[in-house]
């Protein structure tokens, strides 16, 4: 059966749960004009996992209109569900919806759910705005060690060399995974501390750390 925008929107309004799970995962075979259009109508479905599929959707898709973008994934900020939340504050990152960094923050700081703020503090990095890097202060002190990581490598994204101290003081961490990101993230940055710190993980006992910060070198 070939796939058009009508057999995908009638799908779409199936009352059968699956066929509108089918019916997003066909959106990815049409031209990306048709693809948004047709989005939207699965971002308003009543259930959870077709709207979490369609917003995934929207970090290539919402290129298309990138205005129209930012009222979408704004209003599923508040949506229910976690899933669908955290996908919206990913594809805000992905696309670098600057717009819309006050309305991740205020969500960062009211929700009660580790993978929304996980998900927002990932796309902090991706966003690239400097007002992020206080809100990846915060975030690398938090409790949750999934958290403290992406802000971990957040801070390398951002590209801002204030984060050094910051991270240098998380080079030595007892978990490996945290010094792993440290070397990623301070590869990223241009300043003698950073380096100085990359150079004495050269001999960590961990050979994936003590590689990654060999290259970063350009020792290898």
Same mark, same amino acid.
């Given at each position: *059966?070939?796939? #058009?925008?009508? %057999?995908?929107?009638? $799908?779409?309004? /199936?009352?059968? !749960?699956?066929?509108?799970?089918?019916?997003?995962?066909?959106?990815?075979?049409?031209?990306?004009?048709?693809?948004?259009?047709?989005?939207?109508?699965?971002?308003?479905? /009543?259930?959870?996992?077709?709207?979490?599929?369609?917003?995934?959707? *929207?970090?290539?898709? &919402?290129?298309?209109?990138?205005?129209?973008? !930012?009222?979408?994934?704004?209003?599923? $900020?508040?949506?229910?569900? @976690?899933?669908?939340?955290?996908?919206?504050?990913?594809?805000? &990152?992905?696309?670098?919806?600057?717009?819309?960094? +006050?309305?991740? =923050?205020?969500?960062?700081?009211? %929700?009660?759910?580790?993978?929304?703020?996980? #998900?927002?503090?990932a796309a902090l990095g991706e966003l690239g705005d400097p007002r992020g890097f206080e809100l990846l202060k915060q975030a690398i002190s938090s409790d949750n060690g999934l958290i403290q990581t992406a802000a971990i490598s957040s801070f &390398? +994204?951002? &590209?801002?060399?204030? @984060?050094?101290?910051?991270?240098?003081?998380? %080079?030595?961490?007892?978990?490996?995974?945290?010094?792993?990101?440290?070397?990623?993230? !301070? %590869?990223?940055?241009?300043?003698?501390?950073? =380096?100085?710190?990359?150079?004495?993980?050269?001999?960590?006992?961990? +050979?994936?750390?003590? =590689? +990654?910060?060999?290259?970063?070198?350009?020792?290898?």
């Open positions: *059966m070939t796939i #058009s925008a009508d %057999s995908v929107k009638e $799908l779409l309004s /199936s009352e059968n !749960l699956g066929d509108r799970l089918r019916a997003v995962n066909q959106i990815r075979s049409l031209k990306p004009h048709i693809g948004l259009e047709l989005v939207q109508i699965a971002i308003g479905d /009543s259930s959870a996992r077709v709207r979490y599929a369609a917003v995934s959707q *929207m970090d290539t898709l &919402g290129t298309q209109d990138l205005q129209l973008s !930012l009222t979408i994934l704004r209003v599923l $900020l508040n949506d229910p569900e @976690a899933d669908v939340q955290a996908a919206a504050a990913d594809c805000l &990152g992905a696309l670098k919806l600057h717009d819309a960094f +006050e309305d991740l =923050k205020k969500l960062y700081q009211e %929700s009660p759910e580790w993978l929304v703020q996980f #998900s927002i503090i &390398g +994204e951002l &590209g801002d060399v204030q @984060a050094v101290p910051i991270l240098v003081s998380y %080079s030595t961490n007892p978990d490996w995974q945290v010094r792993y990101r440290v070397v990623q993230a !301070l %590869s990223r940055l241009d300043d003698d501390a950073a =380096k100085a710190t990359l150079a004495t993980l050269v001999n960590d006992d961990v +050979e994936v750390i003590a =590689k +990654e910060a060999r290259e970063a070198l350009q020792l290898v």
